[in-house]
């Protein structure tokens, strides 16, 4: 089975290497990103199996990147883009909603959790 590859974006860099670390040994090709501009980026260059993306970044939130996206008609295709967020409902996470896309309360799970969570978007 190819390794799925996955972008990682998550602005603590204690979160950040815990489920970097975690979906690795899952096997998954994982890349990641530490603030809005450089998730763009990495983003608009497409071939990602998944995204999960925070929603408070340095630089663009989460949605902000989404939004952008959208408008870029350069922007290449992703499978699949989740957000990670602390909120679980608001102003955010009923945007997220509208704008079509998932939404991941991550401070509500331990990391088995978090890891069938991720490997349940690929089945």
Same mark, same amino acid.
């Given at each position: 089975?190819?390794?799925?590859? =996955?972008?990682?974006? *998550?602005?603590?860099?204690?979160?950040?290497?815990?489920?970097?670390?975690?979906?690795?040994?899952?096997?998954?090709?994982?890349?990641?990103?530490?603030?809005g501009k450089t998730a763009y980026e990495?983003?608009?260059?497409?071939?990602?199996? &998944?995204?999960? &993306?925070?929603?408070?970044?340095?630089?663009?939130?989460? @949605? %902000?990147?989404?939004?952008?996206?959208?408008? !870029?008609? !350069? $922007?290449? $295709?992703?499978?699949?883009? =989740?957000? &990670?967020?602390? @909120?679980?409902?608001?102003? %955010?996470?009923?945007?997220?909603?509208? &704008?079509?896309? *998932?939404?991941?309360?991550?401070?509500?799970?331990?990391? !088995?959790?978090?890891?069938?969570?991720?490997?349940?978007y690929f089945q």
């Amino acid at each position: 089975m190819d390794s799925k590859r =996955i972008l990682l974006v *998550e602005d603590d860099e204690l979160l950040q290497k815990l489920y970097s670390d975690l979906l690795i040994g899952e096997q998954f090709t994982v890349e990641t990103a530490s603030d809005g501009k450089t998730a763009y980026e990495k983003i608009k260059s497409g071939g990602w199996d &998944l995204v999960l &993306l925070d929603i408070v970044l340095p630089e663009l939130s989460g @949605l %902000d990147i989404v939004k952008k996206l959208k408008e !870029d008609k !350069d $922007a290449k $295709a992703n499978k699949k883009i =989740i957000f &990670l967020t602390n @909120l679980d409902s608001g102003s %955010d996470s009923t945007e997220i909603q509208k &704008l079509g896309y *998932e939404y991941v309360v991550k401070s509500n799970l331990a990391p !088995d959790q978090f890891v069938n969570k991720v490997k349940s978007y690929f089945q």
